[in-house]
């Protein structure tokens, strides 16, 4: 089998876990790595052995050799390089969100269809076998018609105001950070779950500590607890949202609400989320994938545990070890990429076939949420989510 050759740039909190997930995939070649943080690229390069490793991300893209692009940078640069990376007709794998605003996530969109390259979001959340479970027994009509889609998004890395990281700076990470960061992937589950689009919104924001204390130097996502402890201290003030409350309305007529917040004391990663439709009900949570909530009016409800012999046809390929041998979190990015590069090396155009993972068209659409859910906020007012 060919190995088909792939750079990652970036190598924050993300970038090594789509390392790890890639030498797992197996047929694959990462040939480059690239980040500003010259040590710690050095040290990943030696631990995956990693023939080149770059400064720039200008050079991955010049770099005749690397037909794939990871990018697993902050927000701030994920347009300029995804550009550039399409521009050289390279296939992409963004990090969220695709872009900070819309209007570039549109052009990226365009630009991905002109060059005809497979482009794909690191919407992870989808890949845990029991969530493509859960989309079954929908597409088969076992839950019936939608009629409630409820949840949370909860985190406490950003509790106190001294708990600092790049994405509280708005030139770095967008107008959104809580809805952006996080009530995008709760937002694309329920929309890959039902299968139905967030057709609008009603949003409650609020910014918990205006004023943070940045210490000096950089701050990876989740470390903030260590580096808090430093001392050296300067204010900002802060402009985005640390939780908020959203309801939604789906394109079936079905209602929706889900609070995000990242100052929940205890509240790790805890993406929840329960679908009530007219045949029976399921929930999920994040921090127990392994399991799914099944409910029922008529008879006892049940839990489905991650057994690929109790799944769904469809789920499962994504349970790659039997009952009782849990999988999660760096599972899901693996499940992802390993549709994405099936898809390459089939060759396949993601203008003719239909992908089985999200695009760059999916990202887009979590950016014209998020755009909806600041106006609303904005205006006190229901938004349309328009295309
Ligand atoms: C930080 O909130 C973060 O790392 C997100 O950026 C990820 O997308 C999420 O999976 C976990 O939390």
Redesign the pocket.
């Known amino acids: 089998m060919k190995r088909i050759r792939t750079a990652v740039i970036g190598t924050g ?2 970038g090594p876990a789509h390392l790890e997930a890639l030498q797992r995939i197996g047929g694959i070649q990462v040939v480059a790595l690239a980040s500003i943080e010259k040590e710690k690229a050095r040290t990943l390069g030696t631990r995956f052995a990693i023939p080149k490793v770059y400064e720039k991300w200008e050079d991955v893209i010049a770099d005749g050799d690397v037909e794939v692009i990871h990018n697993c940078t902050p927000n701030h640069l994920h347009f300029v390089i995804n550009k550039a990376a399409l521009g050289a007709g390279k296939h992409v794998i963004s990090e ?1 969100p695709l872009t900070m605003t819309s209007k570039e996530s549109a052009e990226l969109v365009s630009l991905a269809a002109k060059k005809g390259v497979v482009n794909a979001i690191n919407f ?2 989808r890949f845990y076998p029991l969530i493509q479970h859960a989309r079954a027994m929908m597409e088969k009509g076992e839950l019936g018609k939608v009629y409630l889609v409820h949840g949370h998004y909860l ?1 406490d ?1 950003l509790y106190y105001d001294t708990d600092y990281n790049w ?1 509280l700076e708005t030139k770095m990470s967008g107008a959104s950070r809580a809805i952006a ?2 009530g995008s ?1 709760w937002c694309d589950l329920a929309q890959f779950v039902t299968g139905l689009k967030i057709t609008s919104v009603f949003a409650d924001l609020m910014t918990v500590h205006p004023k943070r204390k940045r210490p000096r130097g950089a701050i990876e ?2 470390k903030g607890k260590e580096m808090a402890l430093s001392g050296d201290l300067e204010d900002i003030p802060i402009r985005t949202e640390d939780t908020g409350i959203v309801m939604l309305r789906f394109a079936n007529g079905a209602r929706g609400v889900v609070t995000v917040s ?1 100052v929940s004391a205890g509240r790790k ?1 805890c993406e929840q989320i329960e679908i009530d439709g007219s045949k029976a009900a399921v929930a999920w949570n994040q921090e127990e994938p392994n399991q799914l909530w099944v409910g029922h009016r008529e008879r006892p409800n049940e839990v489905i545990i991650k057994d690929p012999s109790l799944l769904h046809q469809e789920a499962r390929k994504y349970a790659h070890y039997p009952g009782g041998h849990p999988e999660g979190y760096p599972d899901g990015p693996m499940n992802l990429f390993m549709n994405v590069y099936d898809f390459i090396r089939e060759g396949k155009d993601p203008r003719k076939s239909i992908p089985d993972f999200p695009t760059f068209a999916d990202g887009h659409w979590e950016n014209k949420i998020v755009d909806a859910v600041l106006k609303s906020d904005g205006t006190r007012k229901w938004v349309e989510v328009k295309p």
Do not use: A, L, P
């Open positions: 909190f993300i969220k992870n959340y985190q890395w994405r960061d996080i992937h996502t989740f990242q990663n």
